[in-house]
Every structure is written in structure tokens, then in C-alpha cells.
């Protein structure tokens, strides 16, 4: 008799712990779902005048390797930073129509999401400027920084400030003041209506440095830079 009830015991716990076969222990797959490809701008190019303020935004279609639907989203701001962003808009075609202030340097930039929320790296960034009515001049757009690069480290008691600036009106003669601190915003101008787009300062150690660029162009127009920074070791 207790053999039989020994058994029977046995089969039981048997029973309990295969009855599932264990499905309820299978973790599912993992699907990979890779981004889309970056869009590419057509319009408008960098450092394109439009005539027209209601700017017709144009790109290339990104690719999708799994072949999800795809979105993109335009970014419009008055600064390369995007802060603050004056526009963004989201679209499935390769176009839209913005309405901007006249007589305005505006940036754009664009990247695609598929339906599954993979999104690409942003395309470049363009300036572009928006033309306004009756305008003569134009300012410069904004100055863009060649050297040092943003958040490097110097290890050496100078460096050469270096930058560029562009203006749609080819006849105007940039000039440049330079801001140069240990502060951010920098305070320090110690340079004022240069012609050079560099220039050398004297650097301490350990310490971080803020600089940015005022590019006037001799009409009256001037535009005033982000600001950037630097560190000494």
C-alpha cells in the first residue's frame, strides 16, 4: 500500500512540472528595427536668398531597410543652435510650405522617423535668408566657428580664434568684434571692427573660456553669434 500511495505521489509532482512544456518560459524574439536614411535638402540651399517669404521647404526621400512607412520633421529657427525653434513641422511628403518674417536670416534642417519611432541623424544645417520688402541690405548670417572646436580642451597657453561669415549682399565688407571671457555670455570685447576672421589670445590654465563673434557689414546690418566654448587643462 504505501508503495502504491509513493507512486502516485511521484507522478503528481511529475505532472506539475512539465505539464506547460514550458511555453510559459519562452522569451520572445528581439526584432531589430533600424532608423531611416538621413534626407538630403534641395531647398532651400545654404546661403540661398528668397525672394518669397512662404518658403517652400524641398528634400530627397530617405530609405527604411525594413520598410516601414516614413515621416520627417522640419526644424526653422533664427539661430544654428535651434533655441529657440520657431518651427517644426511634420509631414510624409518630401515638401512643405512655411510662412516666415520678411527680412530675416533664418536655419532649417530635417530628418525622417519611421512608423515604428526610428528616427535618422538631421540632416545638415542651411541659412538661408528671407526677403523682405524694400530691402536694400541684408544682414550677414551668423558667423561659424572653424577653431577651437566647441568643448575641446587646449593644452597650450594660446590659441588662434578662428571663424567665418558670409553675407548675401557679395559687395559688403565684413567686419568683426570679438568677445572673449571667462564667463558665459562673454562680456570682454578685445577686439572691435577687425577685418580678420581670427585672432590670437593669451590662455591660463584650468580654466574654461566663452567666446563669440559680432559680424557687421558696414551698412548698418550686424548679427551677433552664438556663444562657445572652450577648456585649458
Given at each position: 500500500m504505501k508503495t502504491i500511495i509513493y507512486i502516485l505521489v511521484i507522478s503528481c509532482i511529475i505532472c506539475s512540472c512539465g505539464g506547460d512544456d514550458g511555453i510559459e518560459n519562452e522569451i520572445p524574439?528581439?526584432?531589430?528595427?533600424?532608423p531611416p536614411s538621413i534626407p538630403s535638402q534641395i531647398y532651400p540651399e545654404n546661403n540661398d536668398l528668397c525672394i518669397d517669404n512662404n518658403v517652400n521647404f524641398q528634400w530627397n526621400s530617405a530609405t527604411d531597410e525594413d520598410g516601414n512607412p516614413i515621416s520627417y520633421i522640419v526644424d526653422v529657427a533664427k539661430t544654428a543652435s535651434f533655441s529657440p525653434l520657431e518651427y517644426s513641422k511634420t509631414t510624409s511628403s518630401t515638401a512643405v510650405t512655411i510662412s516666415l518674417e520678411k527680412g530675416m536670416v533664418f536655419y532649417w534642417r530635417v530628418k525622417a522617423v519611421d512608423s515604428k519611432n526610428?528616427?535618422?541623424?538631421?540632416?545638415?544645417i542651411n541659412q538661408f535668408y528671407a526677403e523682405g520688402e524694400g530691402i536694400v541690405n541684408h544682414l550677414p548670417f551668423s558667423p561659424d566657428i572653424q577653431f577651437p572646436e566647441l568643448n575641446s580642451i587646449i593644452s597650450s597657453n594660446s590659441t588662434t580664434l578662428e571663424w567665418n561669415s558670409t553675407d548675401v549682399d557679395t559687395n559688403d565688407i565684413l567686419v568683426y568684434d570679438v568677445y572673449f571671457d571667462t564667463v558665459d555670455p562673454p562680456i570682454e570685447k578685445i577686439s572691435e571692427n577687425q577685418s580678420a576672421n581670427s585672432l590670437l589670445v593669451s590662455l591660463t590654465g584650468a580654466t574654461t573660456f566663452y567666446w563669440k563673434i559680432v559680424v557687421k557689414d558696414g551698412q548698418g546690418g550686424q548679427t551677433i553669434g552664438q556663444t562657445w566654448y572652450f577648456s585649458t587643462d
Amino acid at each position: 500500500m504505501k508503495t502504491i500511495i509513493y507512486i502516485l505521489v511521484i507522478s503528481c509532482i511529475i505532472c506539475s512540472c512539465g505539464g506547460d512544456d514550458g511555453i510559459e518560459n519562452e522569451i520572445p524574439p528581439v526584432v531589430k528595427n533600424s532608423p531611416p536614411s538621413i534626407p538630403s535638402q534641395i531647398y532651400p540651399e545654404n546661403n540661398d536668398l528668397c525672394i518669397d517669404n512662404n518658403v517652400n521647404f524641398q528634400w530627397n526621400s530617405a530609405t527604411d531597410e525594413d520598410g516601414n512607412p516614413i515621416s520627417y520633421i522640419v526644424d526653422v529657427a533664427k539661430t544654428a543652435s535651434f533655441s529657440p525653434l520657431e518651427y517644426s513641422k511634420t509631414t510624409s511628403s518630401t515638401a512643405v510650405t512655411i510662412s516666415l518674417e520678411k527680412g530675416m536670416v533664418f536655419y532649417w534642417r530635417v530628418k525622417a522617423v519611421d512608423s515604428k519611432n526610428a528616427e535618422s541623424d538631421y540632416s545638415s544645417i542651411n541659412q538661408f535668408y528671407a526677403e523682405g520688402e524694400g530691402i536694400v541690405n541684408h544682414l550677414p548670417f551668423s558667423p561659424d566657428i572653424q577653431f577651437p572646436e566647441l568643448n575641446s580642451i587646449i593644452s597650450s597657453n594660446s590659441t588662434t580664434l578662428e571663424w567665418n561669415s558670409t553675407d548675401v549682399d557679395t559687395n559688403d565688407i565684413l567686419v568683426y568684434d570679438v568677445y572673449f571671457d571667462t564667463v558665459d555670455p562673454p562680456i570682454e570685447k578685445i577686439s572691435e571692427n577687425q577685418s580678420a576672421n581670427s585672432l590670437l589670445v593669451s590662455l591660463t590654465g584650468a580654466t574654461t573660456f566663452y567666446w563669440k563673434i559680432v559680424v557687421k557689414d558696414g551698412q548698418g546690418g550686424q548679427t551677433i553669434g552664438q556663444t562657445w566654448y572652450f577648456s585649458t587643462d
